[in-house]
């Protein structure tokens, strides 16, 4: 396992960006129709195509999920993706034309140093081109840190960026966790270099700092990042158990838990925090137990915990005069 979403079977990752624009778009690629759902828990979301991810909406399977920076300029992404599907053949099926089902979900970056003017022109269309750009890319292994959607994507006091992990059960389940942390809160403790996230860490993919000892006096003291609508922090959940949408939804929710746990303050009002949800077993008949089902929103909460570490410990800074630092500049010689 390479500890990335796309250890689960059927599934491909491409990320593309624009280093001029500082910003750019992560494709979650199903090689079949896979069935989703979606819990959003931030105030202020932005989405496309996601209402059809609800249990009681008519279109069971999916055939992308993407994720963007450019705030609601972004959302352009998502008719990218479509067309490079569309030419695929691939979509749900209207007699004999095929509409391709691509949810997306946004994050704000747009005031991150970089040239924001091509959203100004109506024939630049960044995000539609870098949607391609991502969906042609999609393979197995793909990069963290600042790529794709993570490319512009920001913290309080550290740059943001794209991250995953991924576990598996004795009976060979997985489940994994892709996200861009765009946070309003902090992933570190205090001033130091721990992560929230410490608990969840497997082997030093992030460190291996652990908890400090003391703890900060300050460390429960809330740190924001900007004002209203700057902040957003988005994943997708997916494993190769056999869930219905219904339960696809339930892990949507559980998996908010471990944003909970990696990033203190979350779900607030001037978050859009999104979890997709998917399963990769769309022909299979037979849906998991309720007990087997808490056992894997479980594991979903400490996945999505460990790839928002992951996400920020790999980032790199943008080259912007006064842009926020990267982990590993800030905190060069720590060892555990």
């Known amino acids: 396992m390479n500890t990335l979403l796309t250890d689960i079977a059927g599934i491909r990752v491409g990320s593309a960006q624009d280093p001029s624009l500082a910003s750019g778009v992560s494709v979650v690629v199903f090689d079949q129709p896979a069935t989703a759902s979606i819990a959003i828990l931030g105030g202020a979301p932005g989405t496309r195509d996601t209402a059809l991810l609800e249990p009681e909406m008519t279109v069971e399977h999916i055939d ?34 095929r509409v391709p089902i691509v949810p997306q979900a946004i994050v704000f970056d747009l005031l991150n140093g970089g040239d924001k ?27 963290l840190g600042s790529h794709g959607a993570g490319y512009g994507a920001t913290l309080p006091d550290l740059k943001g960026g794209l991250g995953s992990a991924s576990t598996r059960f004795q009976d060979g389940t997985g489940i994994a966790a892709l996200v861009v942390v765009n946070a309003v809160g902090q992933v570190t403790i205090g001033e130091g270099p721990h992560f929230w996230a410490a ?80 399963s990769t077993a769309a022909k299979t008949k037979a849906p998991v137990s309720p007990e ?23 980032a ?21």
Do not use: W
């Open 117 to 143: 003017s091509p959203l100004k022109d109506p024939e630049a269309r960044p995000y539609h081109r870098l949607g391609l750009q991502a969906l042609k890319s999609a393979d197995r292994p793909f990069k």
């Open 199 to 278: 608990p969840y860490e497997q082997g030093q993919e992030f460190g291996g700092l652990g908890f400090p000892h003391p703890m900060p006096q300050d460390a429960l003291m809330p740190r924001f990042k900007g004002a209203t609508g700057e902040n957003t922090t988005i994943a997708v959940i997916a494993t190769d158990a056999p869930l219905t949408k219904a339960q696809c939804k339930r892990l949507a929710l559980a998996a908010h838990d471990g944003l909970a746990r990696a990033i203190r303050p979350v779900h607030t009002p001037m978050d859009g925090d999104i979890v997709f949800a998917a």
């Open 316 to 336: 790199e800074a943008l080259p912007f005069q006064g842009a926020l630092p990267a982990y590993q500049t800030r905190f060069p010689r720590v060892k555990p």
């Open 64 to 97: 992308a999920i993407v994720l963007s920076g450019g705030s609601a300029f972004g959302l352009d992404a998502a008719g990218g993706v479509m067309a490079g599907l569309a030419a695929m053949g691939r979509g749900f099926p209207v007699r004999d034309v």
């Open 292 to 314: 087997v089902l808490a056992r894997l929103c479980h594991a979903a909460s400490d996945v999505l915990a460990r790839a928002v570490a992951r996400g920020v410990y790999e």
